[in-house]
């Protein structure tokens, strides 16, 4: 049943990126699926975002949608084994077109020529660069997590041996942790060598050669390699993962050209041994020496930085972090991270970096207390805030800070904060990378945690008070004008000679469940959002019962009762629609309380859904209640997005009689 929900979120995600046709490649990282679109026009983000389980959706080089933590791995299972292939690998080419939209076609060519021209404004070299570079270290963040914690853990058990709280019995158990940490960082320039060789388009084990050799394998004391140049002797792992990353991109270059160049019938021998050979040679003797040089400097001059700098420097890098993520310019710090930690143990950068996320939930927090009469925006925040504390800051960012403008500059001040403690304390670092957040403090190196944790909540306090004095939109959300509120639009019949309002009743709807008011424009299906039957209003419903909206009487049942038909005494026709796409379902999960031709009250219970049943097949459990007779309506009044209990007063409609 699990498993159902996952292929469920995969399946609304590809319902809304032009299906899985429409889709080059898929990845994950840890908190986000990883989409190469073939054709960004065809995206609905808009309709992605209200697929059940997305917390958010961001645009860069690839699409990416935010699942979240634990989830995103089953998610992208699910979603390539649908289409048949293995996370990372292309996607078949489809001889079946896309489902066009009903979208016209100057629009259809008008978006079209929007996407390639966004497309064309990001070819950019460097943000080519920063593509590769996240390409090649997303699939093994899940294992930079896995095994820093392990480390953490053999810390720890350590300590405790040597302070002789444990017994000696305990050592070899630490060994065997050091070693299954051992299994990755101690051959990681293999691992980036292959990833490298993929995203390139080079042989993935050549790839793993190459990102071996900088270990010089073979090459026992009392025998050296003097380089050619320096006649210097080589240090194993000189270069490190910037220069295995560089050595793999000259030898797809080289790969690919000598396969244009020999011919087929000895291409499998030569181009593999020529382009090894070549770049081989290269990599030893001027890529290892010269990377090594540049990796050591680079590295130098950052804990130079933050120890002369102190909290200055852990200022501006918690200040401009938040800026970074949003160009894309942070992906460029993994290999600096990684380099670090080879180096001294740990990465100072890491836990600085992460007070941006601090700034976040800080200004979140604020947003709340001070705009808490509007309903839509304190949801935003209460499902984005516990996953921002735990380091996953996307929610946060791109669905409140950022859409409100200033909150944005004021959590950049809260993660300047935060950084310039964890720089005045210093020495703090992280011994892996992957999380942030709270979920980094088992992670924090030396025993530094205290520190860090203070250098958190000095980020969230900072967040906080910059967004609650300075960072509020105004007018503030007394008035819903801070995210427009969701509305059903006033219904201005046009006047023409056989529609005109000469004599009118109102009619009062109320919520047919408890749960959340929805504008019937949110709903993710086409038929309802774009009111092609009628219009009214949705709730996303918190318990199974349903009750009449109206008074009235019921005209019609469907044989699968997922949906009936009412009509009131002011002449309104109404359709009582319970989930989307629940036709399927053949009825199961619904429990009809009432007859055809039987009058109802307003608040009386009509049906029961099995909320659970519904979510397990994978379809929205969504209320839709509309007027199907828009003719008949005058006027109808506006409603802002809420939680509603059942039988509480939504709507009120306004009808008009023909002449």
């Not at 009118?504 to 039957?533: C, H, I, R, W």
């Not at 005209?555 to 319970?578: C, D, F, N, Q, Y």
Request: glycine fraction near 12%; charge should be negative.
């Amino acid at each position: 049943m699990a498993q159902d929900k996952y292929q469920a979120m995969g399946d609304g995600i590809y319902a809304h990126v032009g299906g899985p046709q429409n889709v080059a490649k898929l990845i994950h990282c840890m908190t986000r699926v990883r989409l190469t679109i073939k054709d960004e026009a065809k995206v609905d983000q808009a309709a992605l975002k209200k697929v059940p389980g997305v917390l958010g959706v961001v645009q860069e080089e690839t699409l990416q949608v935010i699942v979240g933590p634990g989830t995103v791995n089953k998610v992208a299972q699910a979603m390539v084994d649908r289409v048949g292939v293995a996370l990372g690998d292309p996607f078949p080419a489809n001889t079946q077109p896309p489902v066009e939209s009903n979208q016209s076609a100057v629009e259809a060519k008008a978006a079209e020529v929007r996407a390639a021209h966004k497309a064309k404004l990001k070819q950019t070299w460097w943000r080519a660069a920063l593509k590769h570079i996240s390409a090649i270290f997303i699939p093994l963040i899940p294992a930079f997590v896995g095994a820093g914690l392990i480390s953490g853990v053999a810390g720890i058990l350590a300590n405790l041996l040597t302070a002789g709280d444990l017994p000696t019995s305990w050592a070899s158990f630490i060994t065997v942790l050091k070693v299954i940490n051992g299994g990755l960082f101690t051959f990681l320039n293999i691992y980036v060598g292959i990833n490298a060789a993929t995203e390139f388009g080079a042989t993935a084990g050549l790839g793993g050669i190459i990102g071996g050799l900088v270990y010089l394998p073979g090459v026992v004391a009392p025998i050296t390699i003097n380089n050619v140049f320096t006649h210097q002797p080589l240090s194993p792992g000189q270069g490190g993962i910037i220069g295995v990353i560089f050595a793999v991109w000259l030898l797809a270059v080289v790969e690919k050209r000598l396969h244009r160049l020999i011919p087929d019938a000895i291409d499998i021998i030569f181009t593999p041994m020529l382009s090894l050979l070549s770049i081989g040679l290269l990599t030893i003797f001027f890529i290892m020496p010269l990377a090594g040089w540049v990796s050591s400097s680079l590295v130098g001059t950052i804990n130079w930085t933050l120890q002369v700098g102190g909290a200055f420097s852990g200022a501006i890098l918690g200040l401009a972090f938040l800026p970074m993520v949003m160009l894309g310019l942070h992906q460029i710090l993994t290999p600096i991270h990684l380099e670090m930690i080879k180096s001294i143990g740990y990465t100072g950068l890491l836990p600085i970096l992460a007070m941006a996320g601090g700034g976040q939930v800080g200004a979140a927090l604020a947003l709340w207390i001070k705009c808490r009469q509007n309903q839509q925006l304190v949801r935003l925040i209460k499902g984005a805030l516990p996953v921002g504390i735990l380091g996953v800051g996307e929610p946060l960012i791109y669905g409140v800070s950022l859409p409100l403008g200033r909150p944005f500059v004021t959590a950049c001040i809260g993660g300047g904060i935060g950084g310039a403690v964890i720089g005045m304390i210093g020495h703090i670092g992280a011994i892996t990378i992957g999380p942030s957040g709270a979920a980094l403090i088992p992670l924090i190196a030396n025993h530094q945690w205290l520190g860090y944790v203070f250098g958190l909540l000095a980020s969230y306090a900072g967040g906080f008070l910059a967004t609650y004095f300075f960072g509020v939109p105004e007018p503030t959300s007394a008035d819903g004008t801070i995210i427009e509120p969701l509305a059903v639009d006033t219904a201005t019949v046009p006047e023409t000679p056989s529609a005109r309002a000469t004599s009118s009743d109102a009619t009062q709807f109320v919520a047919p469940a408890a749960g959340q008011l929805q504008a019937l424009s949110e709903v993710p299906d086409d038929v309802f959002s774009q009111k092609m039957v009628g219009d009214g209003f949705a709730i996303v419903p918190s318990h199974g019962t349903v009750v009449a909206p109206v008074d009235g009487t019921i005209v019609s049942i469907m044989p699968t009762k997922h949906a009936l038909t009412m009509t009131t005494a002011t002449g309104l026709e109404i359709l009582v629609h319970m989930g989307l796409d629940t036709v399927a379902l053949n009825g199961d999960p619904f429990t009809v309380h009432v007859t055809e031709n039987e009058t109802v009250t307003a608040g009386q219970q009509i049906a029961e859904m099995d909320l659970p049943a519904i979510k397990t097949a994978g379809k929205s459990t969504t209320i839709i209640t509309v007027i199907t007779n828009m003719t008949h309506v005058a006027a109808m009044t506006s409603f802002i997005d809420q939680s509603i209990t059942a039988g509480e007063d939504v709507l009120r409609v306004t009808s008009q009689s023909e002449s």
